[in-house]
């Protein structure tokens, strides 16, 4: 060590100019370089938006011109991506289209379904994502305290921020708002064919939760595996819930649970069509009441086993045969959301340190 202090030892006042003038010129770098990334700050953001929209969902339907509100909003920056549910990649096609083109702000225009496709697509990229109210029920939008319209949305969405959370999995499939097995993935099994006739609609959506009952015939034998406990139960419908603001909606319980990166899973203790009938009704009007009409199990991650080696389940709308057990579960990566301004405590547990990543 003594070698190499003496080999530090300056011979004359020659080399100290020159290294003062090496220190001069490193500090010159370092204040640039400190300017630049602050000018990167200072950059309005977003600087590219990409809005990936199916044309044959929701208000993209109805409406020719849906999105000219909102890119009249956004601006130049922003450009619509297109999809086709199912044609070469669908959904991850169209956020791998829009990565590429540089954006900064990757936008879902849709319903429930196509928002949990971009987030599922935009899972751990590092990449802001928005959704738009643009569905039937837009259950996620409203719980991040969105507008309703789509253009009051874009809007708030251009002066909030992005946060990141984590999102829940079933199987490895990422859902937003619920997974469900038994009566639901039936009642929108039915709701599919009845929106194809008639297009759209809230009470068209009620009426086929209807027809669903009065088909319903035996319910669901199934095995829930939670914190190392297992226990069988014959049910007609499990709703698992990751919204608290759909929960607090119909006056459910289990709200808190999500806010702590948690699972509120609901099961039916209706058993005939009669029973299931009085239950939706109670829903309607937020009287169903827990031990009574409904069991909850609060469950940082559980397993759900059917009795059959294949069984519909939903997710945001969307269904498909699975095989099980069903595993639930939270990402380890991150999503990072858009959240409007005024809603420092968003109703969906995003806040800073309660369902979130941050």
């Known amino acids: ?79 619509v991506i297109p999809f086709k549910p199912g044609r070469a990649g669908g959904i991850e096609a169209a956020v791998d289209k829009a990565l590429a083109q540089g954006a900064d702000l990757v936008v879902s ?9 971009v987030a599922s697509a935009m899972l751990g990229r590092g990449v802001a994502m928005a959704a738009l109210p643009m569905g039937t029920f837009n259950y996620f939008t409203r719980g991040l305290g969105l507008s309703e319209d789509p253009a009051e949305a874009a809007r708030q969405i251009l002066e909030g921020r992005p946060k990141p959370i984590r999102v829940a999995a079933v199987n490895g499939q990422p859902f937003l708002n619920n997974a469900s097995l038994g009566l639901y993935p039936a009642i929108l099994r039915e709701r599919e064919g009845v929106y194809k006739r008639f297009g759209r609609k809230r009470l068209l959506a009620h009426w086929s939760a209807l027809k669903t009952f009065f088909r319903f015939r035996s319910p669901l034998t199934v095995t829930f595996r939670v914190d190392g406990r297992t ?19 119909f006056g459910l319980e289990g709200s808190d649970v999500i806010r702590r990166d948690g699972f509120a899973v609901f099961v039916s203790r209706a058993g005939s069509r009669g029973a299931l009938l009085w239950l939706a009704v109670k829903l309607a009007v937020r009287a169903m009441r827990r031990g009574e009409d409904y069991e909850l199990i609060e469950a940082p991650e559980l397993t759900i086993e059917t ?29 990072h959301v858009v959240v409007p301004p005024h809603r420092d405590t968003p109703h969906d547990g995003l806040e800073p340190g309660v369902g979130s990543a941050s």
């Open 307 to 335: 009795r059959a080696r294949r069984t519909l389940i939903a997710f945001d709308g969307e269904k498909r045969m699975e095989e099980s057990p069903f595993h639930f579960s939270m990402s380890e990566d991150e999503l």
């Open 231 to 249: 226990e069988t139960r014959k049910t007609a419908m499990i709703f698992v819930g990751r919204s608290a603001y759909q929960l607090e909606s």
């Open 109 to 117: 225009a849709g319903g429930d379904g196509t928002t949990v496709g």
């Open 1 to 79: 060590m003594q070698g190499l202090e003496k080999g530090t030892v300056m011979k004359d006042g020659s080399d100290a100019k020159i290294m003062r003038g090496v220190a001069t010129e490193a500090g010159r770098d370092a204040g640039d370089a400190v300017s630049a990334l602050t000018a990167m700050a200072d950059k309005p953001w977003p600087q590219t938006v990409r809005i990936i929209a199916n044309p044959k969902s929701g208000l993209n339907s109805r409406e020719d011109d849906a999105l000219a509100p909102v890119l009249e909003v956004f601006g130049d920056r922003a450009e």
